[in-house]
């Protein structure tokens, strides 16, 4: 059995009006991968994780998930999927983590967690929240079930964030710049999560600005500039021994 | 950053604690100002005539029911009739868009009196003048007053709460709706599970002072002959030439009502903090 990657980007575009802002990349992340994306802001790194889940819609080129293509058709405003059911279907095996977390602050963390797999995925609602409980007692919750986000630090609501990915038990997961937007003492809980999930192989590409975290959970780095893959390869590879003089240059910026 | 601790509110007040609050509560100043009601209270009851108030007991709660039925059946309905002109302005076509907007303008920008009195006035005499209305099994309705009264309380309160509710509709973050979308809901689902009780939710602040402002407005039914509460008081100061009791007995009511509205609404608020 071949191994089909569970996500294949080929020859993506991404244009807003005028401004291109991914100029044709290739990328590739097989099961057990964990493929960071680094670059300065506005590089295009998050406009390429959205574009995994459609949350942009592309100008051109073609994302699979698992060897299943994004049906787009042609439009006068260019492309648009051609098959919303497809897109939906897809999304739901793709877990998504923000970088301002997106809790929905109507339900408890409980409700959060069960709210996807009862009311997208049709799982029932005692076994939906037997794994819920599950899921927010790893990321360390499992005595937040009651609280509402608002209640929570922005840490705790981060891994209540994840733990509702989780909960989904997806193909594979993408985390939006996930610590961005914490204060500097929280950011470790969360990346201490991530580093778990990381070493049971869960297929991930993190956007992230955390260099040595990086280069120690990732199997592959990939460096974006200027809406291209500039460098990637190995982190020993891309951090101990750049090539490109702007990944030298943006290293020895934020180390 | 030490956890919110989130267990403490939720346990029932010691006595002490309820002890030590009403304290903090009687302040002197409040001390006076509640004696000072009171003996206005007493001087009110002793010195003015109450004497009419049995006799027309019957008549008096009749009207409260009729106020009542108005304020529930106008802000049930025109909430019903709020969401689509709300989402109209929101996600709407351009036709649609303009046609809701030039609705809540043309309504909010008029007074309520003279919405009422074209409706009653205009509208249903000229509905009386074809006779193939009248043989309808609707005309026994047309043809009394209280139907266009609650019509007009009903679009003048779709109209204002539309205006709200639009503005909830846009204030709801976008990365909530976003979130909806990565977990692959469709539009409808994350219209009923998120964006639409997350607007309920941001209007309800402004809900409740909507629905006292609408209890204030009922009075105006008076005018086209329905006998709520305020035209039963109206009669009793035609019948007992008396002005003030009957008065401050009606600000007596609606000051209950409100009051009891405005609690009702807080509870239904603390029930789920806000966003920070």
Same mark, same amino acid.
């Given at each position: 059995?071949?191994?089909?990657?569970?996500?294949?980007?080929? !020859?993506?575009?991404?244009?807003?009006?005028?401004?291109? @802002?991914?100029?044709?990349?290739?990328?590739?992340?097989?099961?057990?991968?964990?493929?960071?994306?680094?670059?300065?802001?506005? +590089? !295009?790194? +998050? =406009?390429?994780?959205?574009?995994?889940?459609?949350?942009?819609?592309?100008?051109?080129?073609?994302?699979?998930?698992?060897?299943?293509?994004?049906?787009?058709?042609? =439009?006068?405003?260019?492309?648009?999927?051609?098959?919303?059911?497809?897109?939906?279907?897809?999304?739901?095996?793709?877990?998504?983590?923000?970088?301002?977390?997106?809790?929905?602050?109507?339900?408890?963390?409980?409700?959060? @967690?069960?709210? @996807?797999?009862?009311?997208?995925?049709?799982?029932?609602?005692?076994?939906?929240?037997?794994?819920?409980?599950?899921?927010?007692?790893?990321?360390?919750?499992?005595?937040?079930?009651?609280?509402?986000?608002?209640?929570?630090?922005? !840490?705790?609501?981060?891994?209540?964030?994840?733990?509702?990915?989780?909960?989904?038990?997806?193909?594979?997961?993408?985390?939006?710049?996930?610590?961005?937007?914490?204060?500097?003492?929280?950011?470790?809980?969360?990346?201490?999560?991530?580093?778990?999930?990381?070493?049971?192989?869960? =297929?991930?590409?993190?956007?992230?600005?955390?260099?040595?975290?990086?280069?120690?959970?990732? =199997?592959? @780095?990939?460096?974006?500039?200027? !809406?291209?893959?500039?460098?990637?390869?190995?982190?020993?590879?891309?951090?101990?021994?750049?090539?490109?003089?702007?990944?030298?240059?943006?290293? +020895?910026?934020?180390? | 950053?030490?956890?919110?601790?989130?267990?403490?509110?939720?346990?029932?007040?010691? %006595?002490?604690?309820?002890?030590?609050?009403?304290?903090?509560?009687?302040?002197?100043?409040?001390?006076?100002?509640?004696?000072?009601?009171?003996?206005?209270?007493?001087?009110?009851?002793?010195?003015?005539?109450?004497?009419?108030?049995?006799?027309?007991?019957?008549?008096?709660?009749?009207?409260?029911?009729?106020?009542?039925?108005?304020?529930?059946?106008?802000?049930?309905?025109?909430?019903?009739?709020?969401?689509?002109?709300?989402?109209?302005?929101?996600?709407?076509?351009?036709?649609?868009?303009?046609?809701?907007?030039?609705?809540?303008?043309?309504?909010?920008? $008029?007074?309520?009196?003279?919405?009422?009195?074209?409706?009653?006035?205009?509208?249903?005499?000229?509905?009386?003048?074809?006779?193939?209305?009248?043989?309808?099994?609707?005309?026994?309705?047309?043809?009394?007053?209280?139907?266009?009264?609650?019509?007009?309380?009903?679009?003048?309160?779709?109209?204002?709460?539309?205006?709200?509710?639009?503005?909830?509709?846009?204030?709801?973050?976008?990365?909530?709706?976003?979130?909806?979308?990565?977990?692959?809901?469709?539009?409808?689902? $994350?219209?009923?599970?998120?964006?639409?009780?997350?607007?309920?939710?941001?209007?309800?602040? $402004?809900?409740?002072?909507?629905?006292?402002?609408?209890?204030?407005?009922?009075?105006?039914?008076? $005018?086209?002959?329905?006998?709520? %509460?305020?035209?039963?008081?109206?009669?009793?100061?035609?019948?007992?030439?008396?002005?003030?009791?009957?008065?401050?007995?009606?600000?007596?009511?609606?000051?209950?009502?409100?009051?009891?509205?405005?609690?009702?609404?807080?509870?239904?608020?603390?029930?789920?903090?806000?966003?920070?």
């Amino acid at each position: 059995m071949t191994e089909q990657p569970a996500i294949r980007v080929k !020859g993506l575009r991404k244009r807003f009006n005028r401004l291109e @802002v991914l100029k044709g990349i290739d990328l590739e992340a097989r099961p057990g991968d964990v493929v960071a994306v680094i670059g300065g802001s506005g +590089s !295009g790194k +998050s =406009t390429m994780l959205r574009c995994i889940n459609l949350l942009e819609i592309p100008s051109a080129g073609t994302i699979s998930i698992q060897g299943e293509a994004y049906a787009m058709r042609e =439009t006068r405003q260019g492309l648009q999927p051609a098959d919303r059911r497809q897109v939906q279907r897809i999304r739901a095996q793709l877990g998504m983590v923000f970088q301002s977390f997106n809790l929905w602050p109507h339900r408890t963390v409980l409700g959060n @967690v069960t709210e @996807v797999p009862v009311h997208v995925l049709g799982v029932p609602r005692d076994e939906a929240e037997a794994r819920a409980r599950e899921v927010l007692d790893r990321v360390g919750l499992g005595a937040k079930l009651d609280a509402w986000p608002a209640q929570l630090s922005g !840490g705790q609501q981060q891994r209540a964030a994840i733990a509702r990915v989780l909960a989904v038990d997806p193909l594979a997961m993408l985390f939006d710049e996930p610590t961005s937007a914490l204060d500097p003492e929280l950011v470790g809980e969360v990346l201490s999560v991530i580093r778990d999930l990381a070493q049971e192989k869960r =297929t991930m590409i993190l956007v992230t600005h955390e260099m040595a975290f990086a280069r120690d959970v990732a =199997t592959h @780095v990939v460096f974006l500039r200027e !809406g291209r893959i500039e460098e990637q390869g190995p982190p020993d590879q891309i951090f101990g021994a750049p090539k490109s003089p702007h990944l030298q240059q943006f290293i +020895s910026s934020v180390a | 950053m030490p956890d919110i601790d989130i267990v403490t509110p939720l346990r029932p007040a010691s %006595l002490s604690r309820m002890g030590r609050s009403l304290t903090a509560f009687f302040l002197p100043h409040r001390i006076i100002m509640v004696l000072v009601a009171l003996f206005a209270l007493a001087m009110m009851i002793r010195t003015m005539d109450w004497s009419w108030l049995p006799a027309y007991m019957p008549r008096l709660w009749e009207g409260l029911g009729i106020t009542m039925l108005m304020l529930v059946v106008s802000v049930v309905l025109g909430f019903i009739l709020a969401l689509p002109l709300a989402i109209a302005q929101v996600v709407g076509p351009l036709p649609l868009r303009w046609l809701a907007l030039s609705f809540c303008t043309v309504i909010r920008g $008029t007074p309520l009196l003279l919405q009422m009195w074209l409706f009653y006035f205009g509208l249903g005499s000229l509905l009386g003048q074809f006779p193939e209305i009248r043989e309808t099994w609707a005309w026994p309705y047309l043809r009394q007053a209280w139907p266009y009264g609650l019509f007009s309380l009903t679009i003048s309160f779709a109209a204002y709460q539309g205006e709200i509710m639009r503005g909830a509709f846009t204030g709801v973050p976008k990365g909530e709706l976003e979130a909806a979308r990565a977990f692959g809901m469709s539009r409808a689902k $994350t219209f009923r599970r998120v964006w639409f009780p997350r607007a309920v939710h941001r209007a309800l602040p $402004t809900l409740g002072g909507e629905i006292i402002l609408q209890l204030k407005a009922t009075p105006l039914v008076a $005018t086209i002959t329905v006998t709520d %509460l305020y035209a039963v008081i109206t009669k009793v100061r035609q019948d007992t030439f008396l002005t003030y009791e009957p008065l401050l007995f009606l600000v007596a009511v609606y000051l209950c009502l409100s009051g009891v509205l405005t609690v009702l609404l807080r509870w239904m608020e603390s029930r789920v903090p806000d966003a920070r």
